[in-house]
């Protein structure tokens, strides 16, 4: 079995939306704050020999009609880490909500990587219902229907290696087909959680968020991200703002934009 890439890992911030605890927790008998907030990231994991970019965001467009405040396109906020979008050869989808698929097409070389449990889910019968489609942009999902005819689109049935070191792991629960990504860091094994935990307070207190197809699954979930990372220093939350306070910025320039994730948290 060959060596893992040691990969850099990155959050590149790009929105954010200002809300109450009853948009973030489905029980909310505890939570004492009446405001809070939760960003929205891309991510990317470099090494020597891959790029992988992890989710492409939301447009200008989605941002006014949602309701959300967007602070730069996704790739200009690569762009700012010299990743150039259209170069990329590898995007990570981990699941087809309006905030995770967005500007794909702003990635015109990439092979778009997709489970298939979440492409059958997005289509499915469970779309007739507003409780399940209203996080999905239905430009996005025939977008990317479109993308699987055209041969971008490269499935995957559960877990699956895509490179020494870089892995995708489904987890449900937020959505039927959504999957979280391992990589192997200068630090050890890093998990991106995307939605399989939007906040650390969600894992730490096994209180979900109330976007959720099943509880019981999102639950599940939270062993199967301490298991795959070395620790839980070493899960990544998917919206949570305090990523950006205990991961150092790339640079003093980047501050409040990028942050470094395969070096310790302060």
Request: aromatic share 10%; hydrophobic share 40%.
């Amino acid at each position: 079995m060959p060596a893992p890439d040691v990969f850099e890992v990155y959050a590149v911030k790009y929105a954010r939306h200002e809300r109450g605890p009853e948009l973030n927790f489905i029980d909310t008998t505890d939570i004492h704050e009446t405001a809070m907030a939760i960003d929205y990231f891309v991510w990317a994991a470099v090494s020597e020999n891959r790029t992988f970019v992890i989710d492409t965001g939301f447009d200008a467009a989605v941002a006014e009609r949602r309701g959300r405040q967007l602070i730069r396109c996704p790739t200009e906020g690569l762009g700012l880490i010299g990743i150039d979008a259209g170069s990329v050869e590898d995007v990570i989808i981990t699941h087809l909500h309006y905030d995770h698929v967005g500007n794909f097409d702003k990635f015109p070389k990439a092979r778009l990587h997709l489970q298939d449990r979440e492409m059958a889910f997005a289509t499915g019968r469970n779309m007739t219902h507003r409780v399940f489609n209203a996080a999905y942009d239905v430009d996005h999902v025939t977008g990317m229907v479109r993308q699987v005819y055209g041969g971008r689109v490269q499935f995957h049935d559960g877990d699956a290696e895509l490179a020494p070191g870089f892995s995708v792991h489904h987890i449900g629960g937020h959505t039927d087909g959504i999957m979280s990504v391992r990589v192997f860091t200068k630090r050890g094994w890093v998990v991106l959680a995307s939605d399989a935990s939007h906040l650390y307070a969600n894992m730490q207190s096994v209180n979900p968020f109330p976007i959720v197809y099943d509880v019981g699954a999102m639950v599940e979930g939270y062993g199967r991200l301490r298991e795959l990372a070395d620790t839980d220093d070493h899960i990544v939350p998917g919206h949570d703002p305090l990523v950006m306070e205990k991961y150092p910025a790339v640079s003093e320039e980047l501050e409040g934009i990028a942050v470094r994730l395969d070096v310790a948290p302060k």
